[in-house]
């Protein structure tokens, strides 16, 4: 396996990080860097760190060209250069609180629930701000734990940035992917049609009925990218060789929460490098301009209304005997 990190790969920009990414020979991974600058998103980091861990499980080499970038510290307070193995030289260290939440690898609930109580203070910001994170992270991680049946579990990463009052999140895992987990109930042909069905509310790997389960309702992901939506950020999921982005709503636009995914303003692409888990990225804008549990309940009446319309167009189709 190969991996570069380039000068610059956020998500509005990733897919060009993403494309160059080699995940063939898993026994052994490489890692090179630009040389000059890095300005990384968190997701980012978590697919490099799922690499190391997937080739530390299988008692692979990791090797990393020496790092001569000038904020290389990056990556060593994010908590990567030691599964790197990476060679630095001297590099000073910087306090977390306030700016980043270094990666970390969570295999249980519990490790979950140490998490996020580790988190808030770490963000500085008010319990109204805050709650969206804790909302995006919880679900994310908790996909990996019921769908991903991942082997290192799920990495979790954050970064704050003051100047836009923005968070941007990463949650990776390197499990069974989107495609695999929803055949399991569906009838899903392509990696690009199982990322829609995924994004869809009520639809889940654990069942063909719309609405989900009494325990799983088939609308996390649906719920987060609805989140970056009405906060006009960024969203993205990449699992097999395909991954969808949300686009930015424009300022000029009024934001309108669609359940069909194919109906907001996206990106999908397809024939990527072959990711076997599930890559999430999202940006959340901590400037809320209405309470989170009031964004929630707006959700949620969409969610409703198009599960009720589908369950009615279900039963006007003809049954033959």
Request: charged content about 20%; some cysteine.
């Amino acid at each position: 396996m190969k991996l570069h990190f380039p000068n610059s790969a956020f998500l509005g920009n990733i897919d060009t990080f993403i494309r160059s990414i080699d995940t063939t020979n898993p026994a052994e991974l490489t890692v090179s860097a630009n040389k000059h600058w890095m300005s990384l998103h968190p997701v980012v980091l978590c697919m490099a760190y799922a690499l190391a861990l997937q080739t530390q499980r299988q008692h692979g080499a990791i090797t990393c060209e020496p790092l001569e970038a000038t904020n290389k510290h990056y990556l060593q307070r994010m908590g990567l250069l030691h599964e790197l193995h990476a060679e630095t030289g001297e590099l000073h260290t910087h306090e977390a609180s306030g700016r980043f939440i270094p990666l970390t690898q969570i295999n249980d609930s519990d490790h979950l629930g140490e998490f996020i109580t580790d988190m808030i203070p770490l963000l500085h910001s008010s319990p109204e701000q805050v709650e969206p994170v804790k909302y995006v992270v919880s679900e994310l991680v908790r996909n990996v734990f019921e769908h991903a049946d991942s082997p290192i579990g799920g990495v979790v990463c954050a970064q704050f940035f003051k100047k836009t009052n923005r968070v941007s999140i990463g949650v990776v895992d390197y499990g069974i992917g989107i495609q695999t987990s929803l055949q399991q109930s569906h009838n899903v042909d392509t990696d690009a049609e199982a990322l829609r069905l995924a994004l869809t509310p009520g639809i889940t790997g654990l069942t063909s009925n719309l609405g989900g389960t009494e325990s799983n309702a088939g609308a996390g992901l649906f719920f987060i990218k609805s989140i970056a939506k009405v906060n006009r950020d960024f969203f993205l999921i990449y699992s097999g060789t395909a991954m969808f982005k949300l686009l930015k709503t424009p300022q000029s636009q009024t934001v309108k929460l669609h359940a069909n995914p194919l109906q907001d303003r996206h990106s999908i692409v397809e024939n990527l490098p072959f990711w076997p888990g599930t890559v999430v990225g999202i940006d959340l804008t901590m400037d809320q301009t209405q309470k989170f549990d009031v964004l929630l309940e707006l959700i949620r009446e969409v969610y409703r209304l198009d599960v009720r319309e589908h369950k009615k167009e279900r039963l006007k189709q003809p049954r033959f005997i």
